[in-house]
């Protein structure tokens, strides 16, 4: 199982930006969709973003569309662009990793579809 690495999070007033990255962590022939997902306690995990491996296709949860943005950082890497935060944004934030096959452009929204995770990062948004 492939070891995710995340950077990013803290803190930032509301109307602020932040910037959260993931990579695989090794050199690997295989390919990843990756996604970010978002929980605050005592909740399930939400979903936020997703990104296909070569980064040709993407989906943005409604709750963020237009505020949040998923873009490649290469091959089994991508960053969590978040603009507009708002308080309720605050969460701890997860990268994770779903390996794919013939190099297809396949990205989901469920979590139980994906097989690593990072460790996750805190966003707190201040108001």
């Known amino acids: 199982q492939v070891r995710l690495a995340e950077s990013g999070g803290g803190l930032v007033q509301a109307g602020g930006s932040l910037r959260l990255s993931c990579a695989v962590s090794?050199?690997?022939?295989?390919?990843?969709?990756m996604g970010w997902f978002r929980q605050e306690p005592g909740k399930e995990r939400e979903f936020v973003a997703a990104?296909?491996?070569?980064?040709?296709?993407t989906d943005i949860a409604d709750s963020v569309k237009g505020r949040f943005t998923i873009s490649s950082d290469g091959k089994n890497a991508a960053s969590l662009y978040m603009t507009s935060l708002k308080p309720e944004d605050a969460a701890v934030y997860f990268c994770?990793?779903?390996?794919?096959?013939?190099?297809?452009?396949?990205?989901?929204?469920?979590?139980?579809?994906?097989?690593?995770w990072g460790q996750g990062t805190q966003v707190t948004v201040s108001s």
């Open positions: 994770a990793a779903k390996e794919l096959y013939g190099y297809s452009e396949y990205v989901t929204r469920r979590p139980v579809e994906y097989e690593a």
């Open positions: 090794e050199r690997t022939e295989r390919t990843f969709a």
């Open positions: 990104i296909s491996w070569s980064g040709g296709k």
